[in-house]
């Protein structure tokens, strides 16, 4: 081993959502002099996207490299949601060690263990931060036992149950290695990282062998493959071969090489066994693929790519607002901005329909479909979505399957009856109920069909009233278990185009929910709030208080309306039935019947009836 790859660490750092990872590399790179004493740097640097920004989670795997002294570690920021997890089981393939950082409440979660499960089959070395030693409610000694009996339970070597623990706060930026002792800076995890996680092996004399596991795309470039030197050198220009999926090899040159220097992407002319690097110029390069030396081919294991469990039609906006708002409106516009999501994304699958102006786009779960939505709403795009549907698939008894999720709930103790019983109708299976010390919250552990998660969590935020904390994540394909009851009340739906009017709202509210405030357009066919009851109901809401020569004794009087339910994109997206669509713009999230007239829906009822 040379000694730049001595002083050399890959480390992936993996945790639950909001346990603190992103803030924990935030301090690292400030602690580590990579930045000048001047120089401004965000908060969450990592979280460069704005919708990671605005939510508070990682979507994107990053890498980021930190000097240390003469050294320099390499750490990848992975996704802490379920959606993303197919990110983290690749990662794990370019590091020799795993950060696990735990919530020192909250403790082990269930996305904690997904990740660490992979991490620990991967043979990587792991080195436990609990953090948020803040807090006033920490409870260190009981979550180390929480992780221990978790490292026990996945079967971890006797090596990796022998991790050491260091004891950090992110939000000031200390560490430590005595739980009693808040420390005074980062350095006892930088000396942590350095002394038990190993340096990359491999031999910088031998054939090049670099194996993709994360993608990028720039319209300059093309498509960029991200991954780790297992083998050898490579320099920019040099004639590579790339072995390629369905075992075909591509003959081609490495146009450009970029490594990381902090939050930098920086152009080097060379790279050794053991750098984590982004080889530009390689057209279709996609993950799984083995970079090698054109004399030697000799490809690592592919790596799995996990499968869609979810998808949704697509399709151009075509309702009576279309075009107001978007730049790009077409359906050619739409399609290539889909063509150009896979580039960079290769857990979405895009399909062609029947329909020319729609498209099937297969995806981990609502959270990945809505923040590409979101995305493309931002970008100036128009579109139309429907309801997410779950794919199903028969084994080889030729039995219908369908995919089960994992739920843990922690909720309010005079909740859980509610949430039970909502459970039940949506064909949950119940594994675990565990009070907590106090009595004062309960947690629930589900085995809960896809589908019948779509909309839940709105429900659920009601029965707990907002206290209740809810995870889930892809568990196995099991039986199709029927028909699941997911939204009850039917909707009230705009009987003509107009402007909303106070007074009609004002008839209204006995009705139902309305999710519209006065002065907003609506038109034929859109969803304007939810009826109280089973069955749909079109109503009129731009009706105008009639005007007479008579004064009324109620003239003066201030018209007081309900609060209107204004409903999020992913709840919009998981609120719509099958014959109804969402339609999004850069400025409006709408609700509408997939066909706008009255007659036109008592006809298609007619003939399914019939």
């Given at each position: 081993?040379?000694?730049?790859?001595?002083s050399?660490?890959?480390?992936a750092?993996?945790a639950?959502v909001?346990?603190g990872?992103?803030?924990l590399?935030d301090?690292?790179?400030?602690?580590s002099?990579?930045f000048r004493?001047n120089?401004?740097?965000?908060?969450?640097?990592l979280?460069?996207?704005?919708?990671e920004?605005?939510?508070?989670i990682?979507i994107l795997a990053?890498t980021t490299s930190i000097p240390?002294?003469?050294n320099?570690?390499?750490i990848v920021?992975?996704?802490g949601?379920a959606d993303?997890s197919g990110?983290v089981?690749?990662i794990v393939k370019?590091v020799d060690g795993?950060l696990?950082?735990?919530d020192a409440?909250?403790g082990v979660?269930?996305?904690?263990?997904?990740?660490?499960?992979?991490?620990l089959?991967?043979?990587l070395?792991?080195?436990?931060v609990?953090?948020?030693?803040d807090?006033?409610n920490?409870?260190?000694?009981?979550?180390?036992?929480?992780?221990?009996?978790?490292?026990?339970d996945?079967?971890?070597?006797?090596a990796?149950c022998?991790?050491?623990v260091?004891?950090?706060?992110?939000?000031r930026g200390?560490?430590?290695?005595d739980?009693a002792?808040?420390?005074?800076d980062?350095r006892?995890l930088?000396e942590?990282i350095?002394?038990?996680?190993p340096a990359?092996?491999?031999?910088?004399?031998g054939?090049?062998q670099?194996q993709v596991?994360m993608l990028?795309?720039?319209e300059f470039?093309?498509?960029?493959?991200?991954g780790?030197?297992?083998?050898g050198?490579?320099?920019?220009?040099?004639p590579?071969?790339?072995v390629?999926r369905?075992?075909g090899?591509q003959r081609?040159?490495a146009?450009?090489?970029f490594?990381f220097?902090?939050?930098?992407?920086?152009?080097v002319?060379?790279a050794?066994?053991?750098?984590?690097?982004a080889?530009?110029?390689?057209?279709?390069?996609?993950v799984?693929?083995?970079?090698?030396?054109?004399?030697?081919i000799?490809?690592?294991p592919?790596?799995?790519i996990?499968e869609?469990?979810?998808?949704?039609?697509?399709m151009?906006?075509d309702?009576?607002f279309?075009?107001r708002?978007?730049?790009?409106v077409t359906?050619?516009?739409?399609h290539?901005r889909l063509?150009?999501?896979?580039?960079?994304?290769?857990?979405?699958?895009?399909?062609?329909t029947?329909?020319?102006d729609?498209?099937?786009?297969s995806s981990?779960?609502?959270?990945?479909l809505?923040?590409?939505i979101e995305?493309?709403?931002?970008?100036?795009?128009?579109?139309?979505?429907s309801?997410?549907?779950?794919?199903?698939?028969?084994n080889d008894e030729?039995d219908l399957?369908?995919p089960?999720?994992?739920?843990?709930?922690d909720?309010p103790?005079?909740?859980?009856g509610a949430?039970i019983?909502?459970?039940?109708?949506?064909k949950?299976?119940?594994l675990?109920l565990?009070p907590?010390?106090s009595g004062?919250?309960?947690?629930l552990e589900?085995?809960v069909?896809?589908?019948g998660?779509i909309g839940?969590?709105?429900?659920?935020?009601?029965?707990?009233r907002?206290?209740?904390?809810?995870h889930h994540?892809f568990h196995?394909y099991g039986?199709w278990?029927g028909?699941v009851v997911t939204?009850r009340?039917g909707?009230?739906i705009?009987?003509?185009?107009g402007?909303?009017?106070?007074?009609?709202?004002q008839n209204l509210?006995d009705r139902?929910v309305?999710?519209v405030t006065?002065?907003?357009?609506?038109?034929e066919g859109?969803?304007v709030?939810?009826?109280?009851r089973?069955?749909?109901?079109?109503?009129?809401?731009v009706k105008?208080?009639?005007?007479?020569?008579?004064r009324?004794s109620t003239k003066?009087?201030?018209?007081?309306?309900?609060?209107?339910?204004?409903?999020?994109l992913?709840?919009a997206i998981?609120?719509?039935?099958d014959?109804?669509?969402?339609e999004v713009?850069?400025?409006?999230?709408?609700?509408?019947?997939?066909?706008l007239?009255k007659?036109?829906?008592?006809?298609?009822?007619?003939?399914?009836?019939g």
């Open positions: 081993m040379d000694a730049p790859q001595k050399l660490r890959n480390v750092i993996v639950h909001d346990h990872k992103t803030s590399v301090q690292l790179l400030r602690q002099g990579l004493s120089e401004r740097v965000e908060e969450r640097a979280d460069y996207n704005d919708i920004r605005e939510r508070g990682t990053k240390y002294g003469s320099r570690i390499n920021d992975t996704p949601h993303f990110e089981e690749r370019m795993v696990l950082v735990v409440f909250e979660m269930p996305q904690t263990r997904f990740v660490l499960a992979k991490a089959e991967a043979g070395t792991p080195l436990v609990i953090n948020k030693m807090r006033e920490a409870r260190p000694a009981e979550v180390v036992d929480e992780v221990l009996d978790l490292f026990i996945l079967g971890a070597t006797e990796q022998d991790f050491p260091i004891y950090t706060s992110a939000l200390t560490a430590s290695t739980p002792d808040p420390g005074r980062m006892p930088f942590a350095l002394s038990h996680i990359p092996a491999g031999d910088p004399e054939p090049l670099l596991t990028d795309y720039n470039l093309g498509r960029i493959g991200i780790r030197i297992a083998r050198r490579i320099r920019a220009g040099q590579i071969a790339v390629k369905d075992g090899v081609t040159r146009a450009k090489l490594a220097s902090g939050l930098k992407r920086v152009e002319d060379s050794n066994a053991g750098d984590i690097i080889v530009a110029g390689v057209e279709g390069i996609t799984g693929e083995t970079v090698c030396d054109p004399d030697q000799d490809p690592l592919l790596l799995s996990d869609p469990t979810l998808q949704m039609t697509f151009v906006n309702s009576p279309a075009g708002d978007g730049q790009f359906s050619r516009k739409l290539e063509l150009a999501e896979l580039e960079s994304d290769v857990s979405l699958r895009v399909e062609d029947d329909d020319a729609a498209w099937l786009v981990r779960g609502e959270l990945h809505s923040i590409l995305t493309m709403r931002r970008e100036g795009y128009e579109l139309q979505v309801k997410p549907r779950v794919i199903v698939r028969r030729g399957e369908e089960v999720e994992h739920l843990v709930m909720v103790s005079d909740t859980m949430v019983e909502a459970l039940g109708l949506r949950g299976e119940m675990k565990e907590s010390a004062e919250t309960t947690r589900f085995l069909p896809s589908r998660l839940f969590r709105g429900d659920f935020l009601t029965m707990t907002g206290y209740g904390t809810m994540r196995h039986p278990r028909d939204r009340q909707v009230l705009a009987s003509e185009t402007t909303a009017t106070a007074y009609a709202i509210e139902g309305l999710f006065p002065g907003t357009e609506v038109y859109m969803i709030g939810e009826h109280n089973e069955n749909d109901l079109t109503v009129n809401i105008a208080k009639h005007v007479t020569n008579v009324s003066e009087e201030t018209v007081r309306l309900k609060a209107p339910r204004i409903l999020t992913e709840e998981t609120y719509i039935e014959d109804e669509l969402c713009t850069p400025h409006h999230i709408r609700l509408r019947k997939r066909e007239t007659s036109g829906r008592e006809k298609l009822a007619k003939r399914d009836r």
